[in-house]
């Protein structure tokens, strides 16, 4: 095998499938780089962006987490939510931060379900801003 394979899925559908030449993924551990031949690897990813690499085309989408298996040049991204960078409702984007960011100043609220709430939003709207 000369390319990596990649499988993207969430819950809902297969995101992405096909061969690539390098995938930048967000871990809890920070960002790694996967090449052709990376040794086995299977961590946490943490809510930030994958970037697909193919040639000179370069894809790039929000993830909401999830977790990545690497062996045998074969990628399995499995996470909540993918969402391409020029699909996201920047807008929508906008109204869930502030919706999290108004939970966080309740007491009564649930504080982590929150945070996540607000750290998916902005991660949204960075990755739809292109400001990464």
């Known amino acids: 095998m000369t390319r990596l394979y990649l499988k993207v899925v969430t819950p809902d559908k297969l995101f992405f499938e096909g061969e690539i030449d390098m ?11 996967i090449l052709l031949n990376h040794s086995p690897l299977v961590t946490i990813l943490d809510i930030g962006r994958l970037v697909i690499k193919n040639g000179d085309e370069r894809k790039v989408a929000a993830c909401a987490g999830g977790y990545i298996d690497v062996r045998n040049n074969n990628i399995t991204v499995v996470s909540d939510a993918c969402e391409w960078e020029d699909e996201i409702d920047i807008n929508r984007a906008e109204r869930a931060k502030e919706r999290a960011s ?9 504080t982590f379900k929150a945070e996540l709430a607000l750290k998916k939003a902005i991660n949204r709207i960075n990755v739809g801003n292109k400001s990464y």
């Not at 995938?23 to 780089?33: F, K």
């Not at 108004?102 to 649930?110: A, F, I, P, S």
């Open 23 to 33: 995938l930048v993924a967000r871990t809890i551990e920070g960002d790694v780089g």
């Open 102 to 110: 108004k939970k966080l100043e309740d007491k009564d609220t649930d």
